[in-house]
DNA sequence: GTCTATATGTAGATAGAC
DNA sequence: GTCTATCTACATATAGAC
């Protein structure tokens, strides 16, 4: 092996399964297409992975633990939750701007198969729960108002989210560019954190 | 014809096809589904509706306009911002009950051919301008702070519509029953414009 | 208009050479 | 491990009887 190492066959084939899994999803994607974007033959993919199911097992595997993995954990490296909010919103940011197709991508994959994503989602339970307390303990401070801890939470990731959802209907409305959207993105970074603060704020 | 009319087959197909095309999406329905749930034959799709193509052009057709027809409609019935925003958020949220499945599918449909929707998104041009001014008239009338008026309404559409794009992640996370998600959708109804306003008010 | 039967194309998967 | 060639299954679409 050299020290410039280079990716393995099935790296390849896992990237380019994620590309075209997450632009056209489990029904729509194309063994074919995976091939030619991994720069192999299609029989190779039955190779490495026996079958499209277990392809997109593998391809969803990573990216779920990739969404769900530290952005929860984000949460509790905090201690008071003004900043918890501007470390997860910054966190989850990061994650989709890395991957702006998988947002779309998990809530097809969980709407087509709600058990299949069990595990992961499970994964940052500890973490969602203590921010539950968080909150709850900031309003029983008064430093919020009186608000539903989940009802909080489900806020603050639709803040995060919708943007990569609606991507497509966004750039037309507001007729931006790849470039544009990226700013915007930025921009919300800063700004959603504070709308949500401005809004709880006792 | 009677009185009391039948539905016609056509609209029978389109019932049956708006909800195998909402579930599974273009690739993922499959023509006999739609046939067996209209109760008919898989030709008789044919018929009516030369191609899985143009049938689901038709479906996406009736879809768009039932989510972006009369909400944008909604915002300039109102003279001032904070009856605008409730009005939207109501009229927004109504539309999705109905058709809980609409929001994922149009996003789908969004990323898969975003020319295609131009027609429809533009139908509610001039309402999004007239409450875009709304809102910039208000800042000026120092009535709420200093915001982009774009990113107002999209973090309103984020609010309205991401329940519906993440329900099975929320009924997985939160443990809920399709009615506590129900009865979570009618909180927000009120919840949601008060979160937002609260935002933004000076 | 509605059906049965069939043609046509394509995608997933395998066999087997190298 | 990687390829070419092929099998099999199934989905869309059509032909044609009623």
Redesign the interface.
Known sequence: MNIVEEATTEQRILLAARKVFS??????ARMQEVADEAGINKALLHYYFRSKQQLFEGVFKDSSQRQFGCIWDSLKQCDSLFPAIEAFVSAYMDKMIEDPMLP?FI??E???D?EG??EF?DRGKES?ACFLRMVEEARERGEI?D?DP??LL??M???C???F??????????GITDEAFRR?IQ??RK??PE??I???RA
């Open positions: 632009q056209k999803g489990m029904a729509g779309l809530a097809n969980m709407n087509r709600p994503l069990a989602i969602r108002i608000i989940r009802e489900v806020n990731m639709a803040l989210v919708h943007p959802i609606a991507r497509p209907m966004l750039k037309h409305i507001h915007m921009k919300r700004s959603v709308f949500i401005r809004s709880i």
